[in-house]
């Protein structure tokens, strides 16, 4: 819960930046606002870390199940328990 909290406080921040006005207008040195200095950054940096915790989630979850895979192979009713960790990562 903690990683989706993160990931919409680096999404508003990104918008609170290029949703403010003053963002635009205001000029700081050599006729350059903030968002010209920005120049995108902190959307990408937003973009790239979302990516990122995705990636590291899906890679997380499929190590999960491969773990619980491997631990029912010599279980009895195994197959079962197989099929239903097969149709987990086929809903993915």
């Known amino acids: 819960m903690d990683e989706y909290r993160n990931q919409v406080e680096l ?14 207008t205001k000029e700081l040195k050599q006729d350059l606002t ?3 200095i920005d120049n995108g950054s902190q959307a990408r940096f ?5 990516e ?13 199940l ?3 895979k ?9 197959q079962s328990m197989l099929n239903l ?3 987990i990562k086929k809903s993915k």
Do not use: C
């Not at 937003?46 to 979302?50: F, G, N, P, R």
């Not at 995705?54 to 190590?63: G, I």
């Open 34 to 36: 903030p968002v010209d």
């Open 66 to 68: 491969d773990t619980i």
């Open 46 to 50: 937003a973009l790239e870390t979302l």
């Open 85 to 87: 960790i097969e149709a």
């Open 70 to 78: 491997q631990s029912l192979e010599d279980q009895p009713n195994q």
């Open 11 to 24: 999404m508003r921040q990104a918008l609170l930046f290029y949703g403010n006005v003053e963002n635009y």
């Open 52 to 64: 990122t915790v995705e990636k590291l989630k899906k890679d997380m979850e499929e190590e999960y």
